[in-house]
């Protein structure tokens, strides 16, 4: 059986609302806009860059960044496009280099094609935080990830493995195919397939570009291609829901296993109504929240990101920088109709 993980830091419920109003990014950089220097003369605006913006689980990390940027005195922006394509963000860094900003926190829809963008920003100055999804490494100075890979992906086989009696058909509806942190965790979800779930085959990878109606329709086609698929993971805030959705008023309600990564309040209609067994997630809002305060420990200069270098983080603790500029949340944690009511995120 399947142990759930409790992080450490997941132990107390929050409610996460979105960012009260997207503040424009004129205005946001402070009168000494080179994004350095400690002390008084500090320059604390920190920028988020989502994927893309009204997504719930967006919305939630950047109202735990917002939460840490008025801690420390700052000034909190989001930013972001509509929609999660390669080079959609460009356009938001080259706008926050010419504010300015002390900092960009950026969730990367492509690993290489806002690299460009990125380096003339720092090249103006402005630090560069990456949060969720990552950049290369040399494109930015900290990576903030929410857990290991290895575990992120580990934790949802098992937890399919479980719900199917370890043997059947399942599928993966994943965001979109550039998407640096889904394509890892599908890799290392098709080894640990293949070591330790040999009964299991999994017949198709798919893409709903984390976009709901996307998503919704590529479940559909899931089902009518496979018609003995006994499961589906999406490691996808959008993609779990859209796909609980569409199974939820389905025949196949009961009878095909779903599980991914979620949010309690995107999936407890349907833990309680017996779609969804259980699924995975960090705290996005102390993601948010410590990205933001590893930008502030950049900007002051209390850290550079190199590895061993170690900063406060408000209430979460004190955190070290690991290999390539790293800095490690904590492990994933399981929902269920047990625990689902504990949490308002």
């Known amino acids: 059986m399947f142990t759930k993980q409790r992080s450490r830091r997941l132990g107390v419920a929050i409610t996460a609302a979105a960012a009260a109003t997207v503040l424009a990014l004129t205005g946001c950089a402070s009168d000494g806009g080179d994004g350095g220097g400690g002390g008084d003369d500090a320059n604390l605006s920190v920028t988020f860059l989502p994927k893309n913006l009204g997504n719930p689980y967006f919305d939630t990390s950047s109202s735990g960044g917002q939460e840490a940027v008025e801690e420390f005195g700052g000034e909190f922006a989001e930013v972001g496009p509509s929609?999660?394509?390669?080079?959609?963000?460009v356009s938001f860094i080259q706008t926050a280099a010419q504010q300015g900003v002390g900092a960009l926190v950026v969730s990367a829809n492509d690993p290489e094609a806002i690299c460009d963008a990125l380096d003339e920003?720092?090249?103006a100055g402005v630090k560069i935080v990456t949060f969720d999804s990552d950049t290369n490494p040399e494109c930015r100075d900290l990576f903030i990830n929410q857990a290991t890979a290895e575990g992120i992906a580990k934790v949802q086989v098992d937890l399919i493995a479980e719900q199917i009696g370890d043997?059947?058909?399942?599928?993966?509806?994943?965001a979109s195919a550039n998407a640096t942190n889904q394509n890892a965790w599908i890799e290392m979800m098709e080894e640990e397939l293949a070591a330790s779930h040999p009964d299991i085959e999994l017949v198709e990878v798919v893409y709903g570009d984390d976009d709901d109606q996307t998503s919704f329709d590529k479940t559909a086609a899931l089902l009518q291609t496979y018609p003995e698929l006994k499961g589906i993971i999406s490691p996808t805030t959008v993609g779990i829901a859209a796909a609980a959705r569409y199974l939820s008023t389905s025949e196949y309600q009961g009878q095909v296993a779903l599980t991914g990564l979620g949010t309690p309040n995107q999936?407890?209609?349907y833990v309680e109504d017996g779609t969804v067994t259980a699924f995975a997630l960090w705290n996005p809002a102390d993601l948010g929240y410590l990205a933001a305060y590893a930008a502030q420990a950049l900007i002051t200069g209390e850290i550079t990101g190199e590895e061993g270098d170690a900063f406060e983080a408000g209430k979460l603790g004190s955190y070290e920088v690991g290999a390539d500029g790293t800095v490690l949340l904590g492990d994933p944690y399981v929902f269920d109709a047990d625990n689902i009511g504990d949490f308002d995120f």
């Open 83 to 89: 929609e999660a394509s390669p080079t959609s963000q």
């Open 121 to 123: 920003a720092s090249s």
């Open 167 to 174: 043997a059947g058909q399942i599928a993966i509806l994943s």
């Open 267 to 269: 999936m407890r209609e």
